[in-house]
């Protein structure tokens, strides 16, 4: 299993950024897929889940309304669109997927929001 994100960066408050999870070495398209996110001193936390067929999704109170998981099980990818960013949404992001008990997690990509 690998996962690879990358997306992430640089952005002044209000911007969006869009993370992308390319999977690999497993059936994408059977598990469901997951964003966290760690900031500096900060446990990891659960940033949005998404189902294998992308048809249920949900999403930390934090990022409601601002941020969209999404997937695309022919190209083996899951994406988080973020938008309106703001400071405190600063951190690395993983994906992860969890498959017979054993969860699996990205190297992560760090995105960075100030002005």
């Known amino acids: 299993v690998q996962l690879v994100e990358s997306g992430g960066g640089l952005a002044q408050p209000g911007e969006s950024l869009r993370l992308s999870c390319v999977a690999s070495?497993?059936?994408?398209?059977?598990?469901?897929m997951s964003w966290y996110r760690q900031a500096p001193g900060k446990e990891r936390e659960l940033v949005a889940t998404?189902?294998?067929?992308?048809?249920?999704?949900n999403y930390a109170d934090t990022v409601k309304g601002r941020f969209t998981i999404s997937r695309d099980n022919a190209e083996n990818t899951v994406y988080l669109q973020m938008n309106s960013l703001k400071p405190e949404d600063t951190a690395v992001y993983y994906c992860?997927?969890?498959?017979?008990?054993?969860?699996?997690w990205g190297q992560g990509t760090q995105v960075t929001v100030s002005s």
């Open positions: 070495g497993f059936t994408f398209s059977s598990y469901g």
């Open positions: 998404i189902s294998n067929a992308g048809s249920s999704t």
């Open positions: 992860k997927t969890r498959r017979w008990g054993i969860d699996y």
